[in-house]
């Protein structure tokens, strides 16, 4: 299932793929991410929004008037509010998850993943989807109310799963389009969370909150000690161009100490 053209850019090199590590494993693991995810996209989610409603008296709190279309500096600033206050929303919720019996009853599911596939974004139980997907998406839609279009709207929500396939895809790609929106949280920055250290890197859009919180501190000592180790740290993972060592960092890494 791999494409070699993609493996150099593998974050966790020293660990297999889901599916080349226990294939029979991989089978049924396989079959419940389909139907947990297709639950959480066709029925949970459905259900949310209809309750949603309901509480506002069945209004929007977005315009839909062809008036109000935002020009693409309102559209970038209004993206970029919205993913300080997501990322604030869903760090808080994913730390409570982490307390051990949040953990162990709700949180595990996601984290059944260690070597995260695109699809593992949406792999959760569905209590999590909806405190821990939904309700972050909801809180940004309240807070900006009107200012918010329609097509605004849209555009988030496609960003974000996008954002979130790249995050749990198993890949640090040398250019992500979320780059466009400054303390970013790139796919090697959660993918430390899910392989490393599961309590740290909460944060669900930026560095910002888990900078606050100190929850990336272990992730950020360990980034220093990859520069040290390896000082050529320009170049994609996966180039053997002047250095040998293919557990070199990378160079969203590298970004992020910059950042």
Known sequence: MALPSLEKYKTQRDRPWPW?????????LRRKTILQV??????????YMTFVM??????TTVTFEV?????????????????????????????????PFLYKHIHKV??????TIA???????????????LV?????????????HFVTYVFILCRRLI????????????????????FKAYSAYHDFHHGNNINSNLGGGTILTDFVMGTNKEYFNYVYKQMERFPDITKPEGSTEGSSNENSPTRDQARLKSD
């Open 67 to 99: 008036e109000d279309l935002p020009s693409a500096p309102k559209t970038l600033l209004l993206n970029f509010i919205w993913i300080i206050l997501e990322d604030i929303t869903f760090a808080l919720v994913h730390r409570a998850l982490h307390t």
């Open 163 to 182: 954002a979130s396939s790249i995050a749990h895809s198993g890949y640090n790609f040398p250019s992500e389009p979320s780059e466009m929106f400054p």
């Open 136 to 148: 972050p998406l909801t809180i940004p839609a309240f807070i900006l109310g009107k200012h918010l």
């Open 54 to 59: 309901w509480m506002n008296n069945w209004e």
């Open 38 to 47: 297709g639950m959480n996209i066709a029925v949970i989610s459905p259900l």
């Open 110 to 115: 996601h984290h059944t993943y260690s070597t």
């Open 20 to 28: 080349n590590e226990d294939p029979e494993e991989w089978k049924i």
């Open 119 to 133: 699809l593992a974004g949406l792999y959760s139980h569905p209590i999590e989807h909806v405190f821990g997907n």
